[in-house]
């Protein structure tokens, strides 16, 4: 015992040493002394209460000699414990619960391969995380009751004991009773429900019989309506609460459509007995517990909603976490990608075979953006983190689904799929860890795949690209220059040229493998061409540098099939403010026919300023396509006190448009440009309903940014519970963003800190890392103090590990008294986020004849000799 205290102290110093110095510990996969082959889970819900009482029945075989079990039981309030042996002798025993894990003594020692049955008796009372009451109040009376599980990353042992680690896997079952009325949803299959009269209660027994992660045990009390169907004969239900009733149908429309996608592009039919998808209030997001998905009451959509957005993006995420995931798990941390990577790359997939390859483009552009953001410092397979919370995101999600993109780019649509049921096929069950891909890769191709999995999982950061390209009419040559401008060592991967003419002949298409920092190349072309298109195919994440002709760049964006490279060339005319250019964007703007092309026209126009940017955005409120009538909507807000565009957004803003997102950006954009009665056009939104909150929640944002601290008030008053709980957070930021865009006098600074420390207590996990945001964000934190005890309080309870960063750079801006820059910019992402609401590569060409052996000033310069490839736009 001694020895162990020891152990704990020095492992304690070690963490205190690293956490002093900045460095998040060096983590690995838990250590397993036994095999958790079954948990039954004997519960009494009592939803009034917010409480549980039962028992947890744990069956395990020893791994090694191993007298003692420790259990994850976080706050658990254990009563009794026995062991049972295979004499099936049962004794209790003396264990100990430190309030983190239980330890209990086997009474002998177990060998390899020997069985025993744990039984904990325990209680759970209002936890605080992992399982989460909700029901109605006296501001909120509407609430319906309702309790749901949230297990990842390590929180299921707040309401049962477990080995709470993703790389123990074991089949569970769940005997629920809850009162009368009340429905259960948990993993697996219904054995049974039974109604008891006499009690008053009802009683449902599931059984997940397929091994699974325990983060993945799924239990869900409350009041629903449910709707069955099947699938290859597999059972599905929906579940929602009785007011969402009408928009079930809608929202889970196509959830039989991506089953036979995924199972038949997978080559894996859907692992699981059945499928079931819960909505559930107070959740955000989705959550793939085995066989039942959790998401919140945000993904259902009326029928006005369903005009903006739908849930399709959410549900097929969620649904190809069943395969990856849940099926195969990462069997730590580090290794998340391969979980959140797969399914937002399953989930553009779907995009692609439901919408087209231009939505599809239009959806890896902007992971493209997010993961280049949010991968610079530090790579996808990280060992070193703070939290598993930590790892949860840009890295594990656009990025990681960006690796699997450019695999498939490398590898072909035939080879990519043969790999990926190689991968689940040899995996199926199991825990994974990215060599585990790797190895499947090399298996079906013969190729080393080890560069690849250096560049893009194990090393941070990708290539930023500069290409230049001239004609030299002289030679007849195409003069092209690729760097690598980043300080790290350059990235090995192909890229791809074609070279586009005017004249109907066969465009001309080169691939180089690019391995330098720095190349020159000339290719001998028949012509000058009228079209220069560097990685036509989407296949690389780079940050892309091009230095071309104007001649280029207009073709670009006139006739470049890629929508995303016609992206490209509205950010660059955007940039120029050159009056031909504004013009040359007006014109596209209206000739343009994918919306999304047209949302990044806007922007440049709307980056380019001018009356020829304004009226072609002022035109733009009149398309057809409501996203692109969004888009125009959003970028007038450049026009500060603009007459001309206040009198055409005001009628917006007063009588509504048919979409609620084109109404929500009028009504942002008329706060921004500075409309000398956006208080008084704006309060009145207040009163508007809308789906998921969308109107009140633009109105608020707008409020935050007029010049005036009158609304400051009426923000504080929003932020109070009572108001509704979507809308809270926007008037949470926008009580912060106010102080930065007017003066503040005491009484009202006293006012926001208040409003905001008070939400610090909320119940909600949204309004609580709003007010965090907001309250660093404020323009002097150091007024602030009085919201010190709150800030270091929720610090200390705090079980959102997503939070914990936030909530410590606060702290340290009020104490510094300097604004929290990085809380800053998570402010702007969560508004933007709120305005955004509800996110193969050609065969290798043939040898080249020639290559370049080195590059000199003469115009006898030798080429690469291109291939012409067939086909044009």
């Not at 190729?447 to 194990?458: G, L, N, V």
Request: negative net charge; aromatic residues 8%; glycine residues 6%.
């Amino acid at each position: 015992m001694k020895q162990n205290c020891m152990m704990l102290i020095a492992c304690m110093l070690v963490c205190s040493m690293a956490d002093a110095f900045g460095e998040p510990a060096t983590r690995f996969a838990k250590d397993r002394d036994v095999d958790s082959l079954h948990i039954k889970l004997n519960l009494n819900v009592d939803l009034e209460k917010k409480f549980v009482q039962g028992s947890a029945i744990i069956d395990v075989a020893a791994l090694r000699d191993v007298s003692t079990v420790t259990l994850d039981a976080i706050d658990l309030g254990v009563t009794k414990v026995t062991v049972t042996r295979l004499d099936h002798s049962a004794y209790p025993v003396e264990f100990s619960n430190d309030g983190e894990t239980l330890t209990v003594p086997l009474g002998a020692t177990l060998h390899p391969g020997e069985r025993a049955t744990i039984t904990v008796a325990y209680t759970v009372d209002n936890p605080r995380s992992g399982l989460h009451f909700f029901g109605p109040s006296k501001d909120e009376p509407e609430v319906p009751y309702v309790v749901w599980s949230q297990g990842e990353s390590v929180t299921n042992s707040y309401w049962f004991p477990c080995f709470d680690h993703p790389n123990e896997r074991q089949t569970t079952e769940l005997v629920v009773t809850a009162k009368k009325g009340f429905k259960v949803s948990a993993n697996g299959h219904l054995v049974s429900h039974e109604e008891d009269g006499a009690t008053g209660t009802v009683t449902y027994h599931w059984l997940q019989d397929k091994a699974h992660a325990a983060y993945l045990v799924s239990l869900i009390v409350g009041d629903f309506v449910t709707k069955k169907d099947t699938w290859r004969g597999k059972p599905l239900d929906y579940w929602v609460h009785p007011k969402f009733n009408s928009q079930m149908d809608y929202s889970f429309r196509n959830t039989k459509r991506m089953l036979d996608f995924f199972s038949d592009r997978i080559g894996i039919e859907y692992p699981w007995d059945r499928y079931g998808q819960v909505c559930c209030e107070g959740f955000g997001g989705g959550m793939e517990n085995t066989s039942v998905t959790t998401m919140g009451n945000r993904a259902l959509h009326d029928e006005r909603s369903s005009l903006d957005s739908d849930s399709d993006g959410l549900i097929a995420h969620e649904l190809a976490h069943q395969w990856w995931g849940d099926m195969l798990t990462c069997r730590d941390w580090s290794h998340l990608w391969l979980n959140e990577g797969f399914a937002s790359y399953f989930q553009a997939l779907w995009t692609e075979e439901s919408l087209g390859d231009d939505e599809f483009r239009y959806d890896m552009y902007r992971k493209a953006d997010r993961a280049r953001q949010g991968g610079k410092e530090r790579p996808i397979v990280d060992r070193s983190y703070a939290s598993p919370g930590s790892m949860f995101d840009a890295r594990a999600y656009p990025k990681g689904a960006w690796v699997l993109h450019m695999m498939r780019k490398r590898l072909g649509d035939e080879i990519f799929w043969k790999v990926i049921n190689r991968y689940g096929q040899d995996n199926k069950l199991k825990t994974v860890e990215t060599v585990d891909l790797r190895k499947a890769v090399e298996t079906i191709t013969g190729q080393t795949f080890e560069r690849f999995f250096y560049d893009w999982t194990e090393r941070p950061g990708h290539p930023e690209v500069t290409v230049s390209y001239k004609w030299n009419a002289g030679d007849g040559l195409a003069d092209v220059s690729i760097k690598q401008t980043q300080e790290a060592d350059a990235f090995h991967f192909p890229l791809t040229f074609e070279f586009v003419f005017d004249d109907g002949t066969a465009p001309i298409q080169v691939v180089r493998d690019i391995t330098e920092k720095e190349l020159g190349l000339y290719y001998p072309l028949p012509k000058k061409p009228f079209l220069v298109r560097i990685d036509p195919a989407q296949s690389v994440l780079m940050e892309l540098n091009e230095k071309k002709g104007r001649d280029l760049w207009r073709a670009q964006l006139t006739d470049d099939p890629d929508p995303t490279a016609r992206m490209r060339a509205a950010e660059h005319f955007g940039k120029t403010k050159s009056e031909d250019d504004r013009k040359f964007l007006a014109e596209a703007l209206a000739g343009e026919k994918f919306w999304g092309v047209q949302r990044e026209i806007a922007r440049a126009l709307g980056e380019a300023g001018g009356d020829v940017a304004r009226d072609s955005l002022l035109a733009g409120l009149k398309f057809e396509n409501h996203k692109a009538r969004r888009g125009c909507a959003e970028e007038l807000d450049s026009f500060y006190g603009d007459e001309k565009v206040i009198e055409a957004v005001r009628p917006i803003v007063q009588h509504g448009d048919p979409s609620y997102y084109v109404e929500a950006a009028a009504i942002k954009t008329y706060a921004a440009i500075g409309a000398k009665d956006a208080i008084e056009i704006l309060t009145p939104v207040l009163s508007r309903d809308s789906r998921n909150e969308v109107l009140r929640s633009a109105a608020l944002t707008g409020l935050g940014s007029v010049n005036d601290a009158a609304a400051a008030t009426i923000l504080a008053d929003w932020t109070q519970s009572g108001k509704p709980r979507l809308a809270r957070p926007s008037a949470i930021r926008a009580l912060a963003h106010i102080t930065n865009e007017t003066y503040i006098d005491d009484a009202t600074m006293r006012l926001i800190v208040d409003s905001l420390t008070r939400c610090l207590d909320d119940t909600g996990v949204r309004v609580r890392r709003a007010a965090v945001s907001a309250i660093g964000s404020l323009a002097d934190p150091a007024k602030a103090k009085q919201a010190l005890p709150a800030l270091r309080s929720l610090l200390a309870n705090n079980t959102d590990e997503r939070s914990k960063p936030r909530i410590e750079r606060t702290i340290k801006a009020i104490e510094s008294g300097e604004p929290a820059q990085v809380q800053l910019a998570e402010l702007r992402s969560e508004l933007k986020e709120a305005q955004e609401t509800n996110e193969s590569l050609s065969d290798r060409i043939s040898k080249l004849e020639s290559i370049i052996s080195e590059r000199s000033t003469n115009a006898g310069k030798t080429g690469d000799t291109p291939t012409a490839t067939s086909g044009t736009r």
